[in-house]
Nanobody, 128 residues
């Protein structure tokens, strides 16, 4: 069974940092592009960052550029999202998602419909 599990969320003060992890089981992430999404209460799920299957290409939403860094460790079958200089507006449930590298993008790389496998999410709360 293909499964993604996020971890690393929590409560942090503004300006603080967190590192989220997305671990895969039941399949290797080597053939999948991975995206990080977040959803705040009452808002739509939005794309935050994504990384190609080979790790050579990354994309970031404008709202997190310069503060977040996505990376992957093939040996650990895990993708990370390092989040620095956190702001209250970064609060939400963070999800990782996978799409096979052979899939053609129909909408945008940050549209949730482009991804087939999802984790259960991890809560990030930025508050003083």
């Amino acid at each position: 069974q293909l499964q993604l599990v996020e971890s690393g969320g929590g409560l942090v003060q503004p300006g603080g940092s967190l590192r989220l992890s997305c671990a895969a089981s039941g399949f290797t992430l080597d053939f999948y592009h991975i995206g990080w999404f977040r959803q705040a209460p009452g808002k739509e799920r939005e794309g935050v960052s994504c990384i190609s299957s080979g790790g050579d290409m990354t994309e970031y939403a404008d709202s997190v550029k310069g503060r977040f860094t996505i990376s992957r460790d093939q040996a650990k079958n895990t993708v990370y999202l390092q989040m620095n200089s956190l702001k209250p507006e970064d609060t939400g449930v963070y999800y990782c998602a996978a799409r096979h590298r052979s899939q053609v993008v129909v909408t945008t790389i940050f549209h949730p419909s482009e991804y087939d496998y999802w984790g259960q999410g991890t809560q990030v709360t930025v508050s003083s």
